[in-house]
């Protein structure tokens, strides 16, 4: 898994509050080309590379531009998720402080793709000391006749993670509460305002610049069969140097977190924040970064061998408890639960039976709930009871002995 | 059951109006509220429903500084509780309540984002990195 800089090739080399840095390092250039070939061609490239969504999920971006020109619509709209919410994750943060300009091309490059003549950039309300920057970016970009044919409007979230969720982000650039929507139908089809809408994070869109100018076989010979290109990824915890990394997605765990990170006496480590896996130290050196094998949206974060696992459990799941929207009860009832539940074992007074409970209640989660966040909420607990089954046990043990 | 009311282009502007009604006066009183319900032609409980509905929104009158701290883990790992209790001395308040002076609103919230720099606030959109309770009390100094 070498390092590799692709989305961020320009950090640290460009001034993110003069556009004419950006333009010497080949910035625009992709746009320019793009719109050289038809909206169809540039959506071709883009289903050609194998780009697949940064937010998490990992669908086709080509598919989904495809899916939006396809659409009946009177208008298409582009929204830019800028609202990284998940804990332990500032690699959007990174990309928007460092190189705003990236962001604004692909922007453009897919609004061109599917002819929308609006684009919204949503940011989370943390990162409003960066707001100033990204508004200033847009309007270089215009005064250089970059956005002549889409406008970018950057909207503001308020603290909620639940927005970082497509559906809540659009009721929320709506004006309303940030709650869920049933799918289907899809952003695609009927997204902002009913219309057609392509909802991209802000590292896929970074990618979109890169693919344009290089094509599609440049970009298809970084990863593995189904994960191609390369991950930004934000690593904090016991580690001797968090920071940003990017790396290409077909190599392990190890020598990010290890090698580069400088992580010692590591115990587990938590990929993809509160609604990611959690995975053993022993499994560093066979868990694939991709989606083949575990993939984080940014979070990496890493416990060393000082850190009770089942207080790790417990706050994360006191976190989704607390940023749970309310809509449907499995996840909203279901993680106020698990949180007592857990409290029970972290305190040593859980029952036996709790684990069996805790089994049930994780599976019925993420059969049921609406969204992403109540499906994958059980993710650490289910984790965790693989492997690290003794830790909830051990905690049972001591109640019993104090009852006799 | 509220009505929602049908996707208006008008009511885009509400949380864009409730951030600046709350960056004018520090909160969203009701009258503030009931403004912005009339000018966009949607019921007073709608616009509340909204107004509580995301954490950096604040229905009750707020210090003129608000200090959020992140309770997340990658700050917890990093000591966050020991700055958190430092604040609280410091200020003399818990989370969720503000100094008798009106200077200061202390509250707990999720990842800001900053673990690289963790344990680590906001003080209104400054963020503050790389804490340790002994900084804590040259860090609100700077604040009026």
Not at chain 1, 6 to 34: E, H, M, R, W
Not at chain 1, 127 to 145: H, N, T, V
Not at chain 1, 267 to 286: H, N
Request: aromatic share 8%; with cysteine.
């Amino acid at each position: 898994m070498p390092e590799k800089r692709i989305v961020s090739k320009n950090c640290g080399v460009i001034d993110p509050k003069q556009i004419d840095t950006y333009i010497k390092q080949d910035g625009f250039k992709a746009l320019q080309k793009a719109m050289t070939m038809t909206p169809e061609q540039v959506i071709a490239e883009v289903k050609a590379s194998g780009l697949r969504g940064r937010g998490g999920a990992g669908f086709p971006c080509g598919l989904k531009w495809e899916g939006v020109r396809n659409a009946h619509g009177l208008e298409t709209y582009v929204i830019c998720n800028a609202d990284e919410g998940e804990v332990g994750t500032f690699k959007d943060r990174y990309l928007l402080q460092n190189d705003p300009f990236s962001l604004v091309e692909g922007i453009a490059i897919a609004a061109y793709a599917i002819g929308a003549r609006k684009s919204f950039i949503y940011q989370r309300g943390e990162y409003r000391y960066l707001l100033a920057q990204l508004k200033d970016a847009i309007q270089q970009a215009k005064g250089k006749g970059f956005l002549s044919h889409t406008d970018i409007e950057v909207r503001e979230g308020s603290g909620a993670y639940v927005c970082g969720e497509e559906m809540a982000l659009m009721e929320s650039i709506e004006g309303k509460r940030g709650e869920l929507r049933y799918k289907p139908p899809f952003p695609t089809v009927q997204g902002l305002w009913q219309q057609p809408t392509t909802i991209n994070n802000v590292e896929t869109l970074m990618n979109v610049p890169q693919i344009i100018l290089n094509g599609a076989t440049w970009y298809n010979q970084f990863g593995t069969e189904r994960s191609k290109g390369t991950k930004v990824l934000a690593v904090a915890g016991d580690v001797a140097k968090p920071g940003v990394y990017e790396m290409v997605l077909n190599g392990f765990y190890k020598e990010l977190i290890i090698d580069l990170a400088g992580a010692k006496n590591v115990k587990f480590v938590q990929l993809g924040g509160a609604t990611g896996r959690i995975i053993p130290a022993s499994m560093l050196e066979t868990t694939l970064l991709s989606w083949e094998g575990v993939f984080s949206a940014g979070p990496v974060t890493v416990y060393d061998e000082s850190r009770d696992v089942l207080d790790t459990v417990h706050r994360t799941m006191e976190f989704l408890a607390e940023e749970s929207c309310g809509k449907c009860s499995p996840c909203r009832e279901g993680c106020g639960v698990m949180v007592n539940m857990l409290e029970g074992f972290v305190k040593g007074t859980a029952a036996e039976k709790d684990i069996k409970i805790l089994e049930e209640l994780s599976s019925t989660m993420m059969l049921t709930s609406l969204c992403g966040l109540g499906q994958a909420a059980p993710n650490s607990v289910m984790d965790t009871l693989k492997y690290f089954r003794e830790a909830y046990e051990e905690r049972i043990q001591k109640t019993e002995v104090v009852k006799k | 059951m509220t009505n929602k009311p049908t996707s208006s282009k008008n009511r885009k502007e509400m949380l864009e109006l409730l951030q600046e009604a709350q960056s004018q006066t520090g909160f969203l009183s009701q009258e503030a509220m009931a403004k912005i319900a009339e000018s966009l032609a949607v019921s007073k409980s709608d616009v509340y429903g909204v107004a509580t509905f995301y954490s950096f929104l604040s229905t009750k009158p707020q210090g003129r500084n608000v200090i959020r701290i992140c309770q997340s883990l990658p700050c917890h790992l990093k000591d966050g509780q020991g700055v958190i209790d430092s604040i609280a001395k410091e200020l003399g308040i818990k989370p969720g309540e503000t100094t008798k002076d009106g200077k200061f609103t202390f509250t707990m919230t999720n990842c800001i984002g900053e673990c690289d720099k963790a344990p680590a606030m906001l003080i209104n959109d400054d963020v503050h990195g790389n804490l340790t309770p002994a900084r804590i009390a040259q860090i609100l100094k700077t604040y009026k």
